[in-house]
T-cell receptor, first 113, second 113 residues
């Protein structure tokens, strides 16, 4: 089955710097890659997603890149702010339904003032 | 819209007790999911329901049962709770289809003594 790895497990950056989180997946049939943000004690919320027919997607300070050949995708956050501090999860899915939704273990991002 | 709601928010059980976690969504979504989240780990799929009337096992189904009561409601039952089932449980729903964004409920924090 699908296996999703995520690095780093923790990341500290200075406010205003950029943060990059990388995920790798094992199943070449995966075709949908969302990123979720989870603040302490709260539910995960989708922040950006990308499908396998697209190489890059941007939404204001957040971008995701996908390399299908290498089977990895990355989350890029620019001009980080304290409210970006949270745990970020990547996931990979290959079906129309979530039965193949496999999450990475998460990255705890701390933005230091 | 309330989105995805879960009850209860917190629960403490003794080993061997049973309980049912309730989940409801008001977004007319076809698919619903139950995940567990353990400290330092990502979300692991317990069971899912691709559409009303169907349920299937996810990655970690042992010790759990589910019921898709109707399109809105999806319950998770622990028949004989064990300390290893101490976790935070999230219910989620999605339309299904190519994008498959999942919307999460607020979670239930379960402790089994």
């Amino acid at each position: 089955g699908e296996n999703v790895e995520q690095h780093p497990s923790t990341l500290s950056v200075q406010e205003g710097d950029s943060a990059v989180i990388k995920c790798t997946y094992s199943d070449s049939a995966s075709n949908y890659f969302p990123w979720y943000k989870q603040e302490l004690g709260k539910r995960p919320q989708l922040i950006i997603d990308i499908r396998s027919n697209v190489g890059e997607k941007k939404d204001q300070r957040i971008a995701v890149t996908l390399n299908k050949t290498a089977k990895h995708f990355s989350l890029h956050i620019t001009e980080t702010q304290p409210e970006d501090s949270a745990v970020y999860f990547c996931a990979a899915s290959k079906g129309n339904y979530g039965q193949n939704f496999v999450f990475g273990p998460g990255t705890r991002l701390s933005v230091l003032p | 819209n309330a989105g995805v709601t879960q009850t209860p928010k917190f629960q403490v059980l003794k080993t061997g007790q049973s309980m049912t976690l309730q989940c409801a969504q008001d977004m007319n979504h076809n698919s619903m999911y139950w995940y567990r989240q353990d400290p330092g780990m990502g979300l692991r799929l317990i069971y899912y329901s691709a559409s009303e009337g169907t349920t299937d096992k996810g990655e970690v189904p042992n010790g759990y049962n589910v019921s898709r009561l109707n399109k809105r409601e999806f319950s998770l039952r622990l028949e004989s709770a064990a300390p290893s089932q101490t976790s935070v449980y999230f219910c989620a729903s999605s339309e299904g289809g190519p994008r498959n964004e999942q919307f999460f409920g607020p979670g239930t924090r379960l402790t089994v003594l």
